[in-house]
């Protein structure tokens, strides 16, 4: 079992940052894809960002592409969004997760491909 916590949602001003992290423990040895999530009532989990362990890859939505950074600090099993030039459409509840599964296929984040998830932290930008 993985256990992920969500921290640092809060409320900013459009054009504003704000960081998140996700805190892993457990069995986070097989672990190889970690990604961010987002949702809102009224539409589907959107996968935002994705970091792959092996080979340290990289994946973006094109909504956020140029403005999110995700990032892992292994030492500390710990992931990280970075959000700048937030938008109102930013707004929503941000989820951490990550899957079994092949090191070398993390590929685009899908939802139903993931096993563990954080509990969500809210993320409102007022324009």
């Known amino acids: 079992q993985v256990q992920l916590v969500e921290s640092g949602g809060g409320s900013v001003q459009a054009g504003g940052s704000l960081s998140l992290s996700c805190s892993a423990s457990g069995y986070t040895n097989s672990m190889y894809c970690f990604a961010w999530f987002r949702q809102v009532p009224w539409k589907e989990r959107e996968g935002v960002a994705r970091f792959s362990v092996v080979g340290r890859g990289t994946y973006y939505a094109d909504s956020v592409k140029g403005r999110f950074t995700v990032s892992l600090d292994n030492a500390k099993n710990t992931l990280y969004l970075q959000m700048n030039d937030l938008k109102s459409e930013d707004s929503a509840v941000y989820y951490c997760?990550?899957?079994?599964?092949?090191?070398?296929?993390?590929?685009?984040?899908?939802?139903?491909?993931?096993?563990?998830w954080g509990q969500g932290t809210q993320v409102t930008v007022s324009s």
């Open positions: 997760a990550t899957r079994r599964g092949s090191p070398h296929a993390c590929g685009e984040p899908i939802a139903d491909d993931y096993n563990f």
